[in-house]
């Protein structure tokens, strides 16, 4: 998947909270050594693994094929190879108008670390709480 396909699937799936990343910006984080792409064909994520740690920078999936399984694979995935990499403990970011993500990720053991208020803008410039959550591999 190419950076034009990765911020297309970006877009649809993420409206105002966070913004949609651009495919330059897909492009440059994507030279980085420590970044890693795990893509599905309707769907991605993104990693950056930091030695004992781990960071999921963004998940997304065609909206039209969503609720079968891509993003659970995806992260599954993910943890797998972080895993291998030696990484201990994975944290994300999301906003906690987002019950779907939030879900998924409770599937996989993260739980709420810290609460960032305000962190995201919704629909009207609305403010939004950002919720970092973390899970040990």
Same mark, same amino acid.
């Given at each position: 998947?190419?950076a034009?396909?990765?911020?297309?699937?970006?877009?649809a799936?993420?409206?105002?909270?966070p913004?949609?990343?651009?495919?330059?910006e897909f492009?440059?984080l994507?030279?980085?050594?420590?970044?890693?792409l795990?893509?599905?064909?309707?769907? &991605?994520a993104?990693?950056?693994f930091a030695? *004992?740690? !781990?960071?999921? +920078?963004?998940?997304?999936v065609?909206?039209a $094929? /969503?609720?079968?399984?891509?993003?659970?694979?995806l992260m599954?995935t993910?943890h797998?190879?972080?895993?291998?990499a030696?990484?201990?403990?994975? &944290?994300?970011?999301?906003?906690?108008?987002? *019950?779907? !993500?939030?879900? +998924?990720y409770?599937?996989?053991g993260?739980? $709420? /670390?810290a609460i960032?208020?305000?962190?995201?803008f919704?629909?009207n410039?609305q403010?939004?709480n950002?919720?970092?959550?973390?899970?040990?591999l």
């Amino acid at each position: 998947m190419n950076a034009v396909e990765l911020a297309k699937i970006h877009s649809a799936s993420f409206s105002y909270a966070p913004r949609p990343w651009t495919a330059e910006e897909f492009e440059s984080l994507l030279t980085s050594s420590n970044v890693k792409l795990f893509e599905h064909a309707a769907g &991605f994520a993104v990693f950056r693994f930091a030695g *004992p740690e !781990a960071e999921l +920078l963004t998940i997304a999936v065609d909206p039209a $094929v /969503r609720r079968q399984g891509i993003a659970k694979k995806l992260m599954q995935t993910g943890h797998e190879s972080a895993k291998s990499a030696g990484v201990q403990e994975v &944290f994300l970011e999301v906003s906690q108008e987002n *019950p779907h !993500a939030k879900s +998924l990720y409770e599937q996989f053991g993260y739980q $709420v /670390r810290a609460i960032r208020e305000n962190y995201y803008f919704g629909p009207n410039g609305q403010k939004i709480n950002g919720l970092v959550m973390g899970c040990a591999l």
